[in-house]
């Protein structure tokens, strides 16, 4: 069993910078995807930015030249570097881990942690 624990988030400036982080902890071998996404109030849950254990990162487009995604610890830890933040870019992010491409593929959710983007 996989569990995740976010940290980071809170109230941020529109223009500024934050930082979450995700500390996976349990049984986790071979390929994996971490990463976070999130969901603001009144739309879908949708891709912020992934990186698989190989470094490999994908990011959402509204994310794409302001946001960085990175691991360190051994893997098991991922970072998400959150710069130039719009309005638009509050809501609650979820911390991701997936074994796998397929919709078969073992995956884990942290509990959220909100962002919150003042104007």
């Known amino acids: 069993q996989v569990h995740l624990v976010e940290s980071g988030g809170g109230l941020v400036q529109a223009g500024d910078s934050t930082r979450l982080s995700c500390v996976a902890s349990g049984s986790i071998y071979g390929f994996n995807i971490m990463g976070w996404y999130r969901q603001a109030p009144g739309n879908q849950r949708e891709l912020v930015a992934t990186?698989?254990?190989?470094?490999?990162?994908n990011y959402g487009d509204s994310v794409k030249g302001r946001f960085s995604i990175s691991r360190d610890n051994a893997g098991n830890t991922v970072v998400l570097t959150m710069n130039s933040l719009k309005p638009e870019d509050a809501g609650v992010y979820f911390c991701n881990l997936r074994t796998g491409i397929s919709v078969e593929a073992s995956n884990y959710w942290g509990p959220g942690t909100q962002v919150t983007v003042s104007s």
């Open positions: 990186i698989t254990n190989g470094g490999r990162t």
